[in-house]
C-alpha cells in the first residue's frame, strides 16, 4: 500500500527555521506522481495549501509562505521537503504530505506532522 510519512515536526520560536520531511513508499514519486505537496491544517481552519512541486520541478507556494518556504524533492531517497523559514505563530498546523498520482490523478496523503510556532 502507499504510505506517505512526515518527519520533523515540533516546537520553534518565531522566526526560526525547521525541516521537514515526507518519504514515499509503495509509490514512486518521480515515475508516478504529477507533483507532490505539502498542505497544513491550522486549528478550526481549512486545510491550505503551502507548496507544491512538479515532476519537471516547477513549484508553486501559497500566498501566505512566499519568500519563507521553500519546496524540494531527493528523487534517490524518494522523499520531498520543505524547508520553512521565518516561522510564524500563524504557522501553527499539521503539516500533510500530499502525492498527485500520475495515471488517474489518484491523491495520497500523509498522517501529517505539528509544527507549533511559539515563544
Known amino acids: 500500500q502507499v504510505q506517505l510519512v512526515e518527519s520533523g515536526g515540533g516546537l520553534v520560536q518565531p522566526g526560526g527555521s525547521l525541516r521537514i520531511s515526507c518519504v514515499g513508499s509503495?509509490?514512486?514519486?518521480?515515475?508516478?506522481?504529477?507533483?507532490m505537496g505539502w498542505y497544513r491544517q491550522a486549528p478550526g481552519k481549512p486545510r491550505e495549501l503551502v507548496a507544491t512541486?512538479?515532476?519537471?520541478?516547477?513549484?508553486r507556494y501559497g500566498d501566505s509562505v512566499k519568500g519563507r518556504f521553500t519546496i524540494s524533492r531527493d528523487n534517490a531517497k524518494n522523499a520531498v521537503y520543505l524547508q520553512m523559514n521565518s516561522l510564524k505563530p500563524e504557522d501553527t498546523a499539521v503539516y500533510y504530505c500530499?502525492?498527485?498520482?500520475?495515471?488517474?490523478?489518484?491523491?495520497?496523503w500523509g498522517q501529517g506532522t505539528q509544527v507549533t510556532v511559539s515563544s
Open positions: 500530499n502525492a498527485d498520482g500520475r495515471m488517474f490523478r489518484e491523491e495520497y
Open positions: 512541486i512538479t515532476s519537471s520541478g516547477s513549484t
Open positions: 509503495g509509490i514512486t514519486f518521480s515515475m508516478s506522481t504529477l507533483a
